[in-house]
């Protein structure tokens, strides 16, 4: 269960009355909102990481005691959720796609005879990738192995930690490393 405590920075005094009414829509509407991401994914664990970070989206940015309806802004939550998750999965899906027919000799015949593909821009994604693949493999080995299962191969952090052998939490912070390290492609 998530510690939903709030407490005020300064003088460290927990708001117990926040942390009840959390509490409480999470103990009411987690099942049934389970149930629709479910539905929506049709991934159980997926649909669970979906639900708790809604949940930690919902405390983090709303009061609980204030919303008319939490339920249905959680439904909003999760929905808004889902539609990134699936977008994330169709760009990832196209860019793979694309970086196989790059380097794949025939594999995409139907481009002969369509527009022919912009060298400059072949030479900048090919360049792309080779930077990635440098920054990766200066990652440690656990690093490295974590962010390519969950994000070439798409597992969850959940199918990530199973496969693995590690902790959720662990997988978590070695992907925050792989993506920091990423992140300094951005900068040069």
């Known amino acids: 269960m998530f510690d939903w405590k709030k407490s005020d920075r300064k003088t460290g005094k927990v708001d117990a009355s926040s942390d009840a009414s959390i509490d409480a829509l999470f103990r009411t509407h987690r099942a049934s909102l389970l149930r629709f991401a479910i539905s929506k994914l049709k991934d159980t664990d997926e649909a669970d990481e979906v639900v708790q970070e809604a949940f930690i989206r919902f405390e983090k940015n709303y009061d609980a005691d204030a919303i008319a309806s939490p339920q249905a802004l959680l439904a909003?939550?999760?929905?808004?959720?889902?539609?990134?998750?699936?977008?994330g999965k169709n760009a990832r899906a196209a860019r793979e796609d694309a970086w196989g027919k790059l380097h794949t000799a025939g594999a995409d015949d139907s481009l002969s005879h369509k527009q022919s593909v912009d060298p400059a821009r072949a030479l900048d994604a090919k360049q792309q990738v080779e930077a990635v693949l440098r920054v990766l493999n200066t990652l440690p080995e656990k690093t490295r192995k974590i962010f390519l299962l969950h994000r070439?191969?798409?597992?969850?952090?959940?199918?990530?930690?199973?496969?693995?052998?590690?902790?959720?939490?662990?997988?978590?912070k070695h992907m925050i490393r792989g993506i920091k390290a990423i992140a300094t492609l951005k900068d040069e």
Do not use: Q
């Open 152 to 172: 070439l191969e798409g597992l969850s952090h959940a199918e990530v930690s199973e496969r693995t052998g590690i902790p959720r939490s662990t997988v978590e």
């Open 76 to 87: 909003r939550i999760i929905s808004n959720l889902v539609i990134d998750r699936v977008r």
